[in-house]
């Protein structure tokens, strides 16, 4: 069992920055990829980015690569998500999620969930 609290979000003008922090509960943290996604109103919940296990590898959704950075700290049992060149358009809950597989960007294999953080770009 992983239980996932994020935390980091709030209201930013467009073009600013936020850093998402999602803590872990549990010693088996470092065997989990983990995952962040976002639902806006009234559209499904997307895929944003994924980092294995160790760290080594990540993958991103096209709409943010570029401008987001996952990275985490297994010591720590944290996954970061830095947010820069903010756009209305990434307003939405972010969620973040362990899985067992490595890059995979369906919502339904990931097995753990946080309760979601808002995040709101005003234009």
């Known amino acids: 069992q992983v239980q996932l609290v994020e935390s980091g979000g709030g209201l930013v003008q467009a073009g600013g920055s936020l850093r998402l922090s999602c803590a872990a509960s549990?010693?088996?943290?470092?065997?989990?990829?983990m995952g962040w996604f976002r639902q806006a109103p009234g559209k499904e919940r997307e895929f944003v980015a994924v980092?294995?296990?160790?760290?080594?590898?990540?993958y991103y959704a096209d709409s943010v690569k570029g401008r987001f950075t996952i990275s985490r700290d297994n010591a720590k049992n944290t996954v970061y998500l830095q947010m820069n060149s903010l756009k209305p358009e990434d307003t939405a809950v972010y969620y973040c999620?362990?899985?067992?597989?490595?890059?995979?960007?369906?919502?339904?294999?990931?097995?753990?969930w946080g309760q979601g953080t808002q995040v709101t770009v005003s234009s």
């Open positions: 999620a362990a899985g067992s597989s490595w890059r995979v960007i369906e919502s339904s294999e990931y097995a753990y």
């Open positions: 549990g010693r088996t943290f470092s065997s989990y990829a």
């Open positions: 980092i294995s296990w160790r760290g080594g590898s990540t």
